[in-house]
């Protein structure tokens, strides 16, 4: 029996599980990424890096350990430190060439929202694709948002940008307190003559809320990752479908909800469900009840808990009626972070009157350096099938460094510079531990 979507979607949601910014300033100048293949660790890439201030990578040379070939990254920022850019090139004999350039634009009143993601693919130095996306958010009066239209990029324009097509939209309706009382979701299908049609793709509606700012800027265009060294990166993927999770988090946090798929003559069984929420600090607790798809008459409770460093943990109770029976599944699990930003434990559960079984498993092993900082990282996955844990990928650091300082080079004559565990510079301590950098070299010491 499978567990339904909205159980993955509301154990993304408030606390997402993404590998957190690292909370030190001290930042590795050398990472060696290697994946298992054949029973042994092979070398697939290198990483020479610079920091800004604010520890965000400023550049990143990458080698490819099969081909040799080389990339360089370098990164930008806004006012705000958001990504603003990042231009790819790669050596071609003894000649750095572009090839990729990829911009981003925030929407000027919620600033964390990217409202563009725009990139130039290159060949022999002249553009010959684009890609990304965007959109367009409106707002009435009050400077609510009202309606958001989404566009994919795809192809190059005269201008050398990408040629947008409409791919989705939603729109918000307000009560009489100025508040969304529901919020619906279209999808376009553009014909051969541009012809762009319509078509209902579901609601948000009965919305009660715990808090609104009116600000309802969801899905996000693209995930944004500024720390992505994959060429491969920024395929033009448009929509995160766990959309729902912005109504769970931030200034906009619902205490009720019925999520509406469309109907069609191809789907017989619509998901209409109802959510409820309650927030205690970094605690979440609901219920939900109705269909989803052929499971009719679907309840449930679950409970959201914020750990350390953007961890997560999550617990559901749903009750399933299946074959004439009502099955009570229960479903646990949690997603933990060290400080540095690494996985440390992924593990999904699962137990009903069928027996119990572990559904997901990852788990990251830190191997600290004698300064203090890790030295390797080892992330291993569970099979599917057999439920062996396996090796999956490797990391090796070295060259810590303050964000923000360039490297240098080892040099005896150079004077000894005291920083705090936190990265910041402070006189000579009297007493405690700190940090020295020498050069290109830094050491751990206490007094």
Known sequence: MKIPAIVFALMATGFLPLAAQSATLWKPGSILKSEWEQNAWKLE????????????VATSHITEAETGSEFNYVYTYNDADQ??????????????EPYRTTTYVYDPV???YCIEKASVAYLNGTPVNAYGAKAEVSRNDLGNV????????????????PIWKEEMRTAVSYNADNQASEITIEEADTATDGTVTWSDNGKFTELEWAETDGQYLFPPISEIDDEEDSVSDGDGSLF????????????????????????????DDPTDITVTAAYDGDVVTGTLAGDYEELKGL????????????GNSYTMAISIPYMGMSIAMNIDGATEYDEWGHLISQ??????ILGNSTIAKKTGTVTMGDDGFPKT???????????????KDKYEYADYSPAGIAETGVDADQPEEYYSLQGIRIPRPAKGLYLIRKGAKTSKAIR
Request: charged share 25%; glycine share 10%; aromatic share 8%.
């Open 146 to 161: 009202t309606g958001i239209l989404f566009y994919k990029g795809n192809g190059i324009d005269a201008d050398g940008r």
């Open 240 to 267: 995160d479908e766990t959309g729902f999770s912005v109504l769970l988090k931030g200034n906009n946090r619902i205490t009720k909800c019925r999520m509406v798929t469309a109907v069609d003559a191809d789907d």
């Open 83 to 96: 990504l603003a850019s990042c231009t790819v090139t790669f050596r071609n004999g003894s000649d750095w």
């Open 45 to 56: 890439e290198t990483a020479r890096r610079t920091y800004t201030p604010t520890g965000k």
């Open 110 to 112: 919620v600033k964390t």
């Open 299 to 310: 309840t449930g409770s679950y409970t959201l808990t914020a750990l350390e460093n953007n």
């Open 347 to 352: 593990v999904m559960t699962e137990s009903s």
């Open 377 to 391: 990282y080892v992330l291993q996955e569970m099979d599917a099938d057999s439920g062996v844990m396996e090796n």
